[in-house]
């Protein structure tokens, strides 16, 4: 995979100029100004500053070229959904910049006091609300960027992506040969889940692809879902995937465990006025076994980066296309 457009030199002094610029003027606009140095984190596909203000900290976003959809996204999000998610202070969708404002306790933090999972119970609406009021947009989110990983062209992708044999083998532990004739094997079928997935007719919409505790802020205005660099158009029940995985990786909770099924029921009870119980588990399990492409996908873009460290996370692109023939986070009894 190429692309034209590389990431910015986020060291350059030059680059560091122009953007703490762009942050100072957005912040005057908002009657807001620094206090004191920025603090930087940065991985191969973002850089984030953490910005001290007189009223607070904020923080500037900078996305690498295979995720900077994310700046278009948040605010789309935040006026579609403006309860749902932070509203930014400023984007540059151009630069794939943002400026957000801080958010507060995340879900993490609240789960590390008090690991009740009807804290979970509570946020999961809340995120699957602000899927259905998006799914409207879903062309308009498509043509703004943010990539297209809808049931009708995920087999297509999944053929591309075995194409890549750089991103396949590239990596420290690439993919073992006969687990890539494994998945070559499995594309007639993978198109076929594909296809009935899609036949269910269940709308696509924004997937955040990427949703644990540590990407909802736990507020007591309710719950907010950020961190959108990993999110495409997809099925909406995608989602479930990594959710319910790292809820029972956490709580160290088997598959068949009931409280994760009551979980994933109360994610989908959002639908259940337009579609009938049965239709919407199997749309979940589908979607759950189809999920591990978008996330190798989801990977691939966030290293298309020629950044060094990259290397740290490349055994992600196979390492997920393996989970294809991983069991299901959830597989309850009934």
Known sequence: MTTIERAPDW??????TQARSWVDEQLTRAGRRV????????????????????DGPVW????????????????????????????????DPERGWSLLPD???????????????????????GYAALQLATAAQADELVTSGVPDHRPEVLADLFVELLDD??????????LNPEVYDRLRAEVPSYAERCRRLADLGIPATVQHDDLHDGNVFAGADGYRYFDWGDASVAHPFGTLL??????????????ADARLVRLRDAYLEAWTDRYDRRTLVEAADLAI???????????????????ESRAEY???????????FAASPLQPNS
Request: net charge negative.
């Open 11 to 16: 060291s350059d002094g030059q680059w560091q």
């Open 60 to 91: 500037f976003k900078a996305n690498n070229p295979g995720t900077m959809h994310e700046a278009a996204l948040i605010a789309t999000l935040a006026r579609l959904a403006p309860e749902r998610v932070l509203t930014p202070i400023a984007v």
């Open 35 to 54: 206090t004191g140095p920025v603090e930087p984190r940065i991985r191969p596909w973002s850089l984030v500053w953490r910005v001290p203000t007189d």
């Open 314 to 324: 490349a055994d992600a692109v196979p390492g997920w296309l393996e989970e294809l």
């Open 289 to 307: 076994a189809l999920g591990p492409v978008s996330r190798s996908l989801s990977w691939r873009r966030a290293l298309d980066t020629p950044e």
């Open 165 to 174: 044999r750089a991103s396949l083998f590239g990596a420290e532990e690439g």
């Open 242 to 255: 990594v959710t319910l995985r790292s809820i029972g990786h956490a709580g160290k909770l088997a598959a």
């Open 103 to 125: 958010g507060g306790e995340s879900l993490r933090d609240l789960l590390a006091r008090d690991p009740d999972l009807t804290h979970w119970e509570r946020a999961l609406p």
